[in-house]
Each structure stands twice: as C-alpha cells, then as structure tokens.
C-alpha cells in the first residue's frame, strides 16, 4: 500500500478524527517527518483534507466534501459494491477496461501496462469476476487472452467470457494491485506480496470465473 492511502485510510477508518503531521507520522509509521509533511500537503490540495493551525502546527482532519462522500459509502450497500470497495481498502486501483474490437476484443490500460509481479481483477457491474496475478508485464498477460494459444485454456475460456459480456453491453474493468518492490521482506527473504494474496482473495471474494483457485 502507497503511503498516501496509508494516510486516507487512516482517517477513512476513523482511526482518529484529526491529527498533526507528528501524529500521522506515529498512526501510520511513515518516515521520515518530512514525507508526512509533504503527503498531507497533497491531501489538502486534492480537497481530501483541510486543516486548522494550533500554535506551530496545523491540525488535520476530513474536509466536509469528504466527510460527505464517506457518510453516502457507510450507508447499506450491496455485496457487489462491497467487494470492489475491499479491493480499494487493499489497495487495487481502477486502470482500464476490456472494450470490443470489430470480431474481437482489447483493453485499454491508463497505467502499470509495464507492470510485473501483479495481481489483476476484471469487474462487472461492480461485481468481482475474476482473479489473477503475474510476473510477466501486465500487458503481456492480458494480451494472452486477446489471442489465445491452442493449449491455454484459461486464455480460451476468459477469451470467450469476456467476448461474451461485452456483447451484452456489459462494462469490463480492470483493477490492478503493484505493491512496490520487495515490500515485504521475511527473515531477508523478498516476499512476492501480489502472489501471497491470491489464494485468500479468491477463497475470499469467490469470482466467478475462477476455477479451484487457479488463473
């Protein structure tokens, strides 16, 4: 997870209401000082935070546009909107879409297309449909299921189902989970984060198109 979500999810969560950069810096464990410093510069531009100034410091808290967006999402939703509100809190981001190309198919990809080591989601009208993760480019991997292999059945069978939903008029989106290099060391060991998660997402979130677990 970005240190920037850090900072959104902590106040998202209402881990605390309001803080100071020092605070942040202790809910959260990003370091040093001045990274926290320049973060929260940036949520306030963004309109994500506002602040006051106490004495030397400036107190932070949700501005009331935010407070608003997050009193409509704490309303009963859905499991559909659930499930890609969970991919979000993991920290997913929205990259693309799968769109029809005459007979065939293609995506669009805004971001992370040179991408290794991810894991990948396909939505449907806010539902979770499939899971999958690789070590090749991200571009690479998908293409497989534009032109898919005589032998490669999971490419075959994605090839159709998604040929299929966009027929039907049907959005496609693509989700994409990078955490950054070596995020996650065991005992000096690097821990491949996006293949960790998969098992549990699947087994979790139980999209549709997975079968026993695998890609």
Request: proline residues 3%.
């Amino acid at each position: 997870m970005k240190n920037i979500d850090k900072v959104r999810g902590m106040f998202l969560r209402e881990d605390i209401s309001e803080a100071t950069n020092s605070e942040i810096l202790v809910v959260t464990g990003i370091k040093p000082h001045q990274q926290v410093h320049q973060l929260t510069s940036r949520l306030v531009d963004e309109g994500f935070l506002s602040y006051r100034v106490s004495g030397r410091e400036k107190i932070f808290f949700l501005t009331k546009m935010q407070n608003s967006v997050q009193e409509e999402q704490e309303k009963p939703t859905d499991n559909e909107h659930q499930q890609i509100q969970a991919l979000l809190e993991i920290g997913f981001e929205a990259v693309g879409v799968w769109v029809r190309n005459g007979d065939t198919i293609k995506y669009i990809l805004t971001k992370h297309s040179a991408a290794k080591k991810v894991l990948y989601v396909f939505t449907s009208e806010g539902e979770i449909v499939y899971i999958g993760k690789t070590v090749q480019k991200l571009s690479q991997r998908l293409y497989g299921y534009i032109n898919p292999g005589p032998s490669q059945s999971t490419n075959i069978k994605n090839n159709e189902k998604i040929k299929t939903m966009l027929r039907q008029e049907k959005e496609i989106n693509i989700f994409v989970f990078a955490p950054q290099e070596n995020e996650i060391i065991y005992r000096g060991i690097p821990v491949n984060l996006a293949a960790g998660l998969e098992d549990n997402l699947i087994t979790l979130l139980k999209p549709l198109w997975n079968d026993t677990g695998k890609r």
